[in-house]
């Protein structure tokens, strides 16, 4: 299937501080991204569709001026959650839209584990 | 009525045996579906799309899609503990002026050895 990565894997920081978390395509150009956030025990949240080159599409309920989308390029796009508190902590994970391989679908980066203290 | 539906689970089959994973979804005019597997910890990987009514085979996995009944399943032949995870059902929508996955809650599979 598509490569999707994710970067950190893993983070903890203090309430209060930014943290940006990167999805990059590593073998096809995506257009389209989305992320998502999952908390333990829980199913995937949609949080917002990525489009390169214009604004991000939230969903309801999710806060745009808290979580800083950007897709700058086909290849990347960047999740900024701002001044976090211990309520964002969370595992967040992208995808990315891709037709390659025949298929019309998303494929998912491993996931950012984000814990604020 | 949720958009996609399925059973939280947890589904316990013995290895060696069928495990049946269901899926219902509301929208009759959706045309393409996707079974993700995810363990625990980790995030979806995609092991099945099906988008043409009937069955759909790849490996171990088969995936059925009654359009007129709205459902799809998948079926996993021979289950192995290493096929414990949660299936997510997944059905393309059209939202917002923009195609997303619609994802079910997902069915918790539990192959004991």
């Known amino acids: 299937g598509a490569v999707v990565s994710q970067h950190p894997s893993r983070v903890i920081c203090k309430s209060g501080t930014s943290v940006k978390i990167e999805c990059r395509s590593l073998?096809?150009?995506?257009?389209?991204m989305f992320w998502y956030r999952q908390f333990p025990k829980q199913s995937l949240m949609l949080m917002a569709t990525?489009?390169?080159?214009?604004?991000?599409?939230?969903e309801q309920g999710v806060e745009k001026d808290k979580f800083l989308i950007n897709h700058a390029s086909l290849t990347l796009s960047t999740l900024t959650v701002t001044s976090a508190h211990p309520e964002d902590s969370s595992f967040y994970i992208c995808s990315a839209h891709t037709t390659k391989h025949s298929t019309d679908t998303q494929y998912f980066g491993p996931g950012t584990r984000l814990t604020v203290l | 009525q949720k958009e996609v539906e399925q059973n939280s689970g947890p589904l316990s089959v013995p290895e060696g045996a069928i495990a049946s994973l269901n899926c219902t979804y509301s929208d009759r005019g959706s045309q393409s579906f996707f079974w993700y597997r995810q363990y625990s910890g980790k995030s979806p990987e995609l092991i099945m799309f099906i988008y043409s009514n009937g069955d759909k085979e790849d490996g171990r996995f088969t995936a059925q899609l009654n359009k007129a009944s709205q459902y799809v399943s998948l079926l996993i032949r021979d289950s192995q503990p290493s096929d414990s995870a949660t299936y997510l059902c997944?059905?393309?929508?059209?939202?917002?002026?923009?195609?997303?996955?619609?994802f079910g809650s997902g069915t918790r599979l539990l192959v004991r050895p």
């Open positions: 073998d096809f150009q995506a257009t389209t």
């Open positions: 997944a059905v393309k929508g059209y939202r917002d002026s923009s195609y997303k996955l619609i």
């Open positions: 990525s489009n390169e080159g214009s604004k991000a599409t939230y």
